[in-house]
Structure formats: C-alpha cells, structure tokens
C-alpha cells in the first residue's frame, strides 16, 4: 500500500507543475516518472505474488497438520481399542474363571489370589490408557489452537491481498471536455489512444463533450 501511495505522490508533481519547462525537459522529467512508476507497480505485483505464495504455503501446512492430527488420532484410537478389546476379553474369562472356582470349589485361594492379581494388573492398564487418552485429548485442543491461530494470519494475508488486489484495479475516469481530443487526454494521463480506445472498446478517435471515458492506471513507456 505505501508502494501505491509512493506511484500517486510521484504523480502530483507532473499534474501540478506548471507550464514553464521546455518540452525536452517535460518528456525527461516524464520517463522517469513513468520508470518510477513502473518499478513500484512491479514491486506491488511482485509482492501480492509472495502474499499468494505463503498463503499456499500455510494452506499446504494446515493440510498437513490436519492429515497428521487425524491420522495419529485413528492409529491411537485403534490401539487402544484393540488393547481394550483384548482386556475386555480377558477380564470376561477371568470373570467365568471365577464363576467356575465358585462353583467348583476344586483350586481354592491360590487361584483365587492369581485372579486378583490380573484383575489388578488390568485395572491398572486402564487407569494408564485413561490417562494416555486424556493427554492425547489435551494434544488435540493445543493443536486446535494453533489451528486457529494459522486461521487467523490466513485470514490476516487474505484481507492484505484484497485491499491490494482492489488498489492494483481501480481505474480512473474522465468527462470529455470541451476543446479535448483524444490524443491531448491520453498525453494529459501519461498513455496512449491506443489504450484508452481499447479500455473503452472505441474504433476510432470520435469522441464526444460529457463524455466519460476510463483511463487505464498502468503507464506505458514511450
């Protein structure tokens, strides 16, 4: 933006001096004002092209992350189903191994005691995998907060690329005037007949008092 407003500023000398300096002096003065317009509308350009490029560059990155979240969510998700799936099985056999030494009465409190004991051990395991759940739930609403601050400068590039898309594409008017033809309007704006015909779709060089014409904001060097 400050690049745009850079192009303007180097405008106002051309538009506000007065007439006095010969015309040699007129067209040098005017080449390199065109020149350093120019360079600043390749600067501009250049720099909306390296806006798009990391906004890319964070849309590939936002991808990734997602891909990986979910992919690292379904693996662990499977693990511990499988995990708990195998528990659940083994705590119903105990639970039946049970039922028959009740029953029975045949081995009595050694294997009693050695249920106990993997009754234990697979209370514990689930304590563990309840925990490693909950860590992987706090993993996942840290990363949903980068994801919202990658939205956020998303959305800050976005904005910057729009107002420097729109400042890249505004275009100027103009009111034929009495005594004006098209050759003194296009020298007055700094470009070519040619470009103000095509920018109006006009074939020739009849133009008409009230009537608005657009002139196109990019130079052309002479």
Do not use: W
């Not at 594409?169 to 034929?176: E, I, L, P």
């Not at 009495?178 to 020739?204: V, W, Y």
């Amino acid at each position: 933006m400050k690049k745009i407003i850079a192009c303007m500023a180097a405008l106002l000398p051309i538009a506000c001096s007065p007439l006095k300096s010969s015309p040699n002096d007129e067209k040098h003065q005017l080449e390199l004002t065109l020149h350093k317009l120019q360079t600043n509308f390749d600067d501009v350009r250049h720099d909306l092209n390296c806006f798009q490029t990391e906004m890319q560059i964070l849309d590939g990155r936002i991808k990734y992350y997602e891909n990986a979240l979910s992919n690292l969510k379904q693996q662990d998700l499977e693990k511990q189903q499988s995990k708990i799936d195998l528990l659940s099985q083994q705590i119903a056999a105990f639970e039946k191994k049970i039922a028959v030494l009740e029953h029975t009465n045949d081995t009595g409190s050694q294997d009693l005691q050695q249920l106990t004991s993997h009754a234990n051990e697979t209370s514990a395991a689930l304590a563990q995998f309840k925990n490693r759940i909950a860590e992987l739930e706090q993993e996942i609403q840290s990363q949903n907060r980068r994801f919202e601050q990658i939205a956020k400068l998303k959305g800050h590039f976005e904005g910057l690329t729009k107002q420097l898309s729109s400042a890249a594409s505004d275009k100027k008017t103009y009111k034929v005037r009495p005594g004006d033809t098209l050759e003194k309007i296009a020298r007055f704006h700094q470009t070519t007949t040619e470009r103000i015909k095509k920018a109006n779709d006009l074939k020739d060089d009849l133009i008409v008092v009230g009537q608005e014409l657009i002139i196109p904001n990019d130079p052309t060097s002479r």
